[in-house]
């Protein structure tokens, strides 16, 4: 199998290995229904000799799913860190049902760790892994991880994830879109342009933030935008993502 698994035509509605080498994987769990009428997310775990980390595992009904197909891949024991790029309940609302069975740190900007006990977690120094504001990086197996500050997009406390080895961004709400083609990976730019342009007029909180976010991400070897809602944006389509965002009015802009 080739390394990267990023075609036209992924169906949405299943679980995809998008990346694969020797000892490092990065999966789509198949959790958007495409038109269910709920607000689709994008959840993915990396795998790297053998651990696991689940990001953005998102809400409480979709984790019977969400588990049963990492169980494909990874004992879900072995899941050692789970992140949430924010504290929207499409990110975190399992996360209560998965600190129930596994031990995993979680991985959030330190601005919303003084909510984690509201997820009922009594000790929380000891579950959470704090993100200062600035970004970090995170060695996870033969990966580095780097968490670069999106502060603002929408969330105050966002970071979105580059992962070295498969070189894919995972952006959270950035580049987010209601899907209505049956295909995970976008193929007609200009159609999902448009599809993305209300979303974060509304969501994002000005364009200085959004220039200050590509500022800092568009000098990467990027080979997919991977975002929590909607497509993937596919290498040949980045320059135009990124111009898009740098010129786009939104939030306080608007007003
Ligand atoms: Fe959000
Ligand atoms: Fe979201």
Redesign the pocket.
């Known amino acids: 199998m080739a390394k990267y698994n990023i075609n036209y035509g992924l169906d949405p509605r299943r679980d995809h290995i998008l990346y694969k080498d020797e000892d490092h994987k990065v999966i789509y769990l198949g959790t958007n229904m495409s038109g269910s009428g709920d607000?689709d997310?994008n959840s993915y775990i990396i795998i790297n000799k053998k651990k696991g980390m689940l990001l953005d595992p998102g809400g409480y009904k979709i984790f019977p799913k969400v588990l049963s197909n990492i169980s494909k891949y990874l004992n879900p024991k072995d899941i050692e860190y789970i992140y949430m790029c924010h504290q929207?309940p499409?990110?975190a609302g399992s996360v209560p049902l998965w600190r129930s069975i596994t031990n995993a740190k979680l991985v959030t900007s330190w601005l919303w760790i003084r909510f984690l006990p509201h997820f009922g977690f009594e000790d929380v120094d000891s579950v959470a892994h704090p993100l200062p504001d600035e970004g970090s990086e995170l060695s996870f197996g033969s990966t580095i991880l780097e968490f670069i500050p999106a502060h603002f997009l929408h969330s105050p406390g966002h970071f979105t994830i580059y992962d070295r080895r498969s070189k894919f961004l995972f952006t959270?709400?950035i580049g987010?879109a209601i899907l209505e083609d049956p295909s995970l990976v976008i193929e007609d730019m200009d159609k999902h342009i448009n599809a993305m342009k209300p979303l974060h007029e509304r969501l994002m909180a000005s364009n200085v933030a959004l220039k200050d976010w590509v500022s800092r991400v568009s000098s990467l070897d990027i080979e997919a935008i991977i975002p929590?809602?909607g497509g993937i944006i596919p290498k040949k389509h980045i320059g135009r993502f990124f111009n898009f965002l740098s010129n786009l009015r939104c939030g306080v802009d608007l007003i």
């Open positions: 607000m997310v929207d499409d990110v959270g709400d987010i929590q809602h």
